[in-house]
């Protein structure tokens, strides 16, 4: 009997002892210098809103009012590319990384009946964001998986364009662009799958404004909001250099 718990409890170690070499094995794969491809799914919002005694669709009014002049929402696949370097503490993780998601520049145009015109806008949603942040998380035993949060800033781009015109100038063709870096925060979770590693997360964007110029209506102005912002979720897999 004694024979028999003693190779229990001798087998139970070398389970264990294997268990434990594994996951400090898949750890460790998750330190270093990496880069990494994925794929995004990236949704946009960019809505341009006015202030005045006149609005795009109607003749001009007395009073200043809020109106809507063009809003352009947009859900876009796209690729990613992410470069970067982190290290362990016991099971606390911590490191920084510059990526580019890449999506196709998108582009909607609005039109407003307004005589003698039906003047047109043109929102265009650019395509290439930059990032960079910092990542720090916490290595799970029981998942095998590293949870991370990562805090940075992006720069989201746009551009709106007024194309209705008349002899007076009923509209200004004008094009505002509106590009700025943005604070922006992330979750994931990413864990060793073979040679490489699979990440999976997601961030918001947190919009960003522009107020400087104005649309006019003969001796009329009214003044224009232009607000972004997106949120994406992407998918990356990444090779850690040994």
Do not use: W
């Not at 795009?56 to 063009?70: C, E």
């Not at 008349?166 to 509106?178: A, C, G, M, N, Q």
């Amino acid at each position: 009997m004694k024979k028999l718990l003693l190779l229990a409890g001798c087998l139970s170690s070398f389970g264990v002892s294997e268990a434990t070499n594994t996951t400090d094995t898949d750890k460790q794969a998750l330190a270093g210098f990496y880069i990494g491809l994925g794929i995004n799914y990236t949704h946009t919002e960019n809505k341009i809103d006015g202030y005045g005694p006149y609005d795009p669709s109607g003749l001009p009014r007395n009073g200043a009012r809020d109106y809507v002049i063009s809003r352009t929402k947009t859900d876009k696949f796209g690729g990613t590319i992410a470069a970067g370097y982190g290290t362990f503490f016991d099971d606390f993780y911590v490191g920084a990384e510059v990526a580019l998601d890449i999506n196709k520049h998108r582009k909607i145009s609005s039109t407003y009946v307004c005589a003698p015109l039906t003047p047109t806008y043109n929102s265009k949603i650019k395509g290439v964001v930059p990032c960079f942040c910092v990542r720090f998380g916490k290595y799970t035993e029981c998942f095998n998986s590293l949870f991370y949060a990562k805090l940075g800033m992006a720069k989201i781009s746009s551009e709106f364009q007024e194309t209705g015109k008349t002899s007076t100038d009923f509209y200004i063709p004008d094009v505002r662009k509106l590009s700025k870096f943005t604070p922006f925060v992330a979750i994931g979770i990413e864990r060793r799958v073979g040679a490489v590693n699979l990440r999976l997360e997601g961030d918001y964007k947190f919009s960003i404004k522009n107020n400087d110029k104005s649309i006019t209506h003969n001796q009329y102005s009214a003044k224009v909001k232009n607000r972004l912002s997106a949120a994406t979720v992407r998918i990356v897999c990444t090779y850690t250099f040994r």
